[in-house]
Structures are given as C-alpha cells and as structure tokens.
C-alpha cells in the first residue's frame, strides 16, 4: 500500500512539473511569436503607405451591410494623414488570400502585400513570385561592393502591377493586351482575379465608408 502511495505522489510530481515547464514553454515563445507577427506587421505597413512615418492602432470602418473593414491610418510630416492600409481578403483557387491594401487619400494604390495565402505552387502561389534581376556576375560584384551598394530589395513583380492604379482600373487585361490593369497569372485567372476583386472592393467600400462619415 505505501508503495502505491509512493508512486502516485512521484507520478503527481511528475505531471506538475510537465505542465510548468509546458506553460513556461507557451508562454515564452508567444512573446516571440507576437514580437515576430508585430515586426512583420510594421514592416508590411511600411511597404504599402510609404510615405507615412507612423501608423495608429488597428481601427474598423463599419460596412453598410453590417460588416467592418480593419484598417490603419498612416501619419506623414506634422501627423498630417499620408494614406491608409486597409486589410482585405478574398477567397482564392484553393486558399484564403490575405493582403494589405495601401492607398492614399485619394484612393490611389501606393502597394500591396499578400500577407497570407496557400495557392497551388508554380500557379497561383506566382503572386508572391520575384523576378531576378541582373546577371550573375553582377550580383556576385555587387556582395564585394558591400551592403552600402545594395538596393531594395525587389517586390513580386504580381504584386507592383497595382501601385498607382484607382479602383476603377483595376482590372484584368486579356492576355497580349497592354493598357492600365493587371496582367493575370498565366493559368491562375483565378486566384488573379480574387486579389484583384479583394484589393477593388476594400478601398471602394472604404471610401464610401468615409465619404459617409464627412
């Protein structure tokens, strides 16, 4: 019987220490995951509302069909509004796409980023896709040149084709035709078409929104 006793108490210890050392665990690398998730936030604020020096907080529009839109204002010069960045999302070919919309004032498109998406690879997952750029030996002269030569780092060319477009034009090209719009992913129409309706939709419902509001 004391052996039985014995061993529970052992067992019992044992199974406190886990869930300590388990919690410890959740809780440090929660920290680490916000600092990371916030980090990746600013940076991608930054990406899309250039201009602005600071953002606000996380802030909604309420819809007129009884949604809300998350989005942040960005801060120029003497705090003046420099533009906003508008979450929005849209379901895709396969996948939830995520992507953060800037814009200025106006409305005009300063970036996009696709926060979040898991599109069939080598089609619609082409929306996160860099060209590369210059050759090799250039590149490999430019790393003796060091970091101070370095430029910014290149922006999925998918993604660029929006920066300076108005609602109104967005939209997709017929393959072969140039003009203002989106050239789609080449066997994504799909997936091409989600970002772009999500992108179109969120700034027209926010300028409504605001234009409401005075």
Sequence with gaps: MGDIVKLCAILTVVCMLNG???GYVYDASRVAIEKTAAATLAGSLKLVVPRAEKFSEKK???LADGRSL???EGYGPGGAVAGYALAAE???YQSLLKVL?????AGTIEGIKVIEQAETPGLGARVDEVEARGTLWGRIAGMF???AAEKEPAQPWFQSQYKGLAPAELKLLRPGRDGRGIHALTGATITSRALTDAVRDSIELFLATKKERG
Excluded: F
């Design 70 to 72: 998350d989005y942040y």
């Design 60 to 62: 909604q529009a309420a």
């Design 101 to 105: 919309v800037g814009i200025d004032p």
């Design 20 to 22: 300590l050392a388990i």
């Design 145 to 147: 040149r060091g970091a």
């Design 90 to 92: 849209r379901q895709g």
